[in-house]
């Protein structure tokens, strides 16, 4: 596959830069796979999609502040972006601008409070020392920013704190916010647990795995980097019993996706001691992929040639989602992390 094949034209206006002003009054467009049929609902109506037994599983990774605006030692601007925590004050880290901050280079922060070190060169970006501090985590509310993605055209504000995590977030990690769950709020989660169906919950941090654009023109030729993960034993457990009664499990987010297929074997398995999984996945989901777990997908409308299209091209025929991707632009969707939403059953 090429990854032209994956490319699509969004004008600029439909990319959301404000979230909703209510989470649940998004629109979300309505895939049946079987029928090839398109509907245009609210978000509201999700738990009417849901019945008694269904699964849903929704990733309760919390967005770090992980944009950290420092300077050089020569007084020139300069900006971390945490991808990866190593160990204690020990992160990988995009740096901007990489060009000048090569091995040995420090960034000041916080008015010389807090000083990073560029200490070694890595596959995608740097790994960074963090100096003067106990735990940078700890620091990171005071000299952080949220990492709100580059296609949206603004400073993050003290509403982004809120909006860009999800109601349900519980782990910190992500460095980019499992979106599919921001238009869940308190109230959609308890209309759905009335119908019978009992949330269960993963966590995958979010990072450079999810958002790497792909070089390649072959698609099959990418490579997604690590994130890493964890399992629960009750989600696993609900699973299970839901597959045995043929009733669906329903995923939020492609990051949830990946993390219930990678562990397929072990969930569809006859052993009965399920024990929670802590790992990591490079699972790379394209055309051509077949699922074993996801029975129906929530996702948001992502960017040309991601890994994200990708995968939801694997869930629904690559030509049914184009189509729906220009029926969506034809009707004004508010597109990216903070547009609507597409259910595809």
């Known amino acids: 596959m090429k990854l032209s094949d994956f490319d699509y034209y969004l004008p600029k206006e439909l990319i959301a830069q404000y979230p909703a002003k209510k989470r649940d009054e998004s629109r979300m467009m309505v895939l049946d796979r079987k029928r090839k049929t398109i509907r245009h609902k609210s978000f509201k109506e999700i738990p009417a999609f849901l019945k008694k037994g269904d699964t849903i599983v929704l990733n309760n990774s919390r967005v770090i502040p992980a944009r950290i605006i420092c300077k050089r030692e020569t007084g020139g601007k300069a900006e971390i972006f945490l991808l990866k925590k190593i160990k204690n004050n020990l992160y990988e880290a995009l740096l901007r601008p990489a060009s000048k901050l090569f091995l040995g280079r ?59 995590q999800t109601v349900y977030a519980k782990n910190n990690g992500s460095t980019a916010s499992p979106t599919a769950g921001l238009h869940f709020t308190r109230e959609i989660l308890e209309k759905i647990k009335d119908r019978g169906v009992e949330p269960s919950f993963v966590t995958l941090h979010v990072s450079y795995g999810t958002f790497a654009p792909v070089k390649r023109d072959r698609v099959e030729e990418h490579k997604m980097h690590k994130e890493s993960y964890l399992l629960p034993k009750n989600t696993q457990d609900s699973i299970k019993k839901a597959k045995k009664r043929k009733r669906r499990i329903l995923a939020v987010g492609t990051s949830t996706t990946r993390v219930l297929e990678n562990n397929a074997q072990s969930m569809l ?77």
């Not at 960074?128 to 952080?144: Q, R």
């Not at 129906?296 to 994200?308: M, R, V």
């Not at 969506?328 to 259910?343: E, K, N, P, T, V």
């Open 106 to 164: 420090k960034l000041i922060c916080e008015e010389g409070k807090v000083i990073a070190e560029v200490v070694e060169n890595r596959e995608v970006g740097r790994l960074i020392k963090f100096a003067d501090t106990v735990n940078i985590e700890k620091d990171l509310n005071k000299i952080g920013q949220v990492p709100l993605p580059p296609y949206i055209k603004r400073r993050p504000t003290i509403e982004d704190e809120e909006k860009y």
């Open 269 to 345: 398995g006859e052993e009965d001691d399920a024990r929670e999984i802590k790992d990591s996945t490079d699972l790379f989901i394209y055309p051509g992929y077949k699922f074993r777990i996801v029975d129906a997908l929530l996702t948001n409308f992502h960017l040309p040639k991601s890994t994200l299209l990708m995968l939801v091209s694997a869930f629904a025929e690559r030509d049914f989602i184009l189509k729906a991707y220009k029926e969506a632009i034809s009707r004004g969707y508010r597109f990216y992390s903070y547009g609507d939403c597409m259910l595809i059953l």
